[in-house]
Nanobody, 123 residues
Framework: QLQLVESGGGLVQPGGSLRLSCVVS????????IGWFRQPAEKDRELVAL??????????ADSVKGRFSISRGDAKNKNTIYLQMDNLKTEDTAAYYC??????????????WGQGTQVIVSS
């Protein structure tokens, strides 16, 4: 079974930066995309960024556009998807998860969720 392992979260002050990593044990043989999601305490999980299989297409939620950047790892880290988060705000505080999604236009999560990584933005 495909496994997802997120890391890189932590406590950061407003305006700070973090880079999250998502290691995928294997990619599906069919077409797919990868999404980063977040779930603030007592709220629903939401999609914040996604990237196509090739890495050529990305998309972001309006709330993070211009501050977050999703990317795929290089050849040495080809199973890793990154989420660079800059100019963090208190409202970015949440548990962050990655998942394989059906496509860029259909961001339905396909796999069981991993443990996630907690991001806390606070002064």
């Amino acid at each position: 079974q495909l496994q997802l392992v997120e890391s890189g979260g932590g406590l950061v002050q407003p305006g700070g930066s973090l880079r999250l990593s998502c290691v995928v044990s294997r990619f599906p043989s069919k077409n797919y995309a990868i999404g980063w999601f977040r779930q603030p305490a007592e709220k629903d999980r939401e999609l914040v960024a996604l990237i196509s299989r090739s890495g050529s297409i990305t998309n972001y939620a309006d709330s993070v556009k211009g501050r977050f950047s999703i990317s795929r790892g290089d050849a040495k880290n080809k199973n890793t998807i990154y989420l660079q988060m800059d100019n963090l705000k208190t409202e970015d505080t949440a548990a962050y998860y990655c998942n394989v999604i059906e496509s860029i236009t259909q961001p339905t999560p396909l796999e069981p969720w991993g443990q996630g990584t907690q991001v806390i933005v606070s002064s």
